[in-house]
């Protein structure tokens, strides 16, 4: 019923910057997303929070990246966007686009996941 697209990932050296991007849309209408973010995982690890924003701009981070990465979101374009830089080889790994999705009033959130980008970070 929801789709979350991810784009940006991609290979970048130390230092750098990449900026990745998540959209979501249903068949239907979507009533609200209360929260969109960014995980990632490496193999043979769980996966992690990176950041996340609420609708009404209250945002987290993991301790790794704050400081480096930045998330903003568009509440009528339902899309977020995760902003890295002065990447590092440690944040190499898939990172998979978050939202947790109200279709309806009536019904309760579910939560959503994108298929994942991969991010590598050259020494």
């Known amino acids: 019923q929801v789709q979350l697209v991810e784009s940006g990932g991609g290979l970048v050296q130390a230092g750098g910057s990449l900026r990745l991007s998540c959209a979501a849309s249903?068949?239907?209408?979507?009533?609200?997303?209360?929260?969109m973010g960014w995980y990632r995982q490496v193999p043979g690890k769980q996966r992690e929070l990176v950041a996340t924003?609420?609708?009404?701009?209250?945002?987290k981070y993991a301790d790794s990246v704050k400081g480096r990465f930045t998330i903003s979101r568009d509440n009528a374009k339902n899309t977020v966007a995760l902003q890295m830089n002065s990447l590092k080889p440690e944040d190499t790994a898939v990172y998979y686009c978050?939202?947790?999705?109200?279709?309806?009033?009536?019904?309760?959130?579910?939560?959503?996941w994108g298929p994942g980008t991969q991010v590598t970070v050259s020494s």
């Open positions: 978050n939202a947790l999705v109200q279709l309806q009033i009536s019904r309760s959130p579910n939560v959503y």
């Open positions: 249903a068949s239907g209408s979507i009533y609200s997303i209360n929260v």
């Open positions: 924003v609420t609708s009404g701009g209250v945002t």
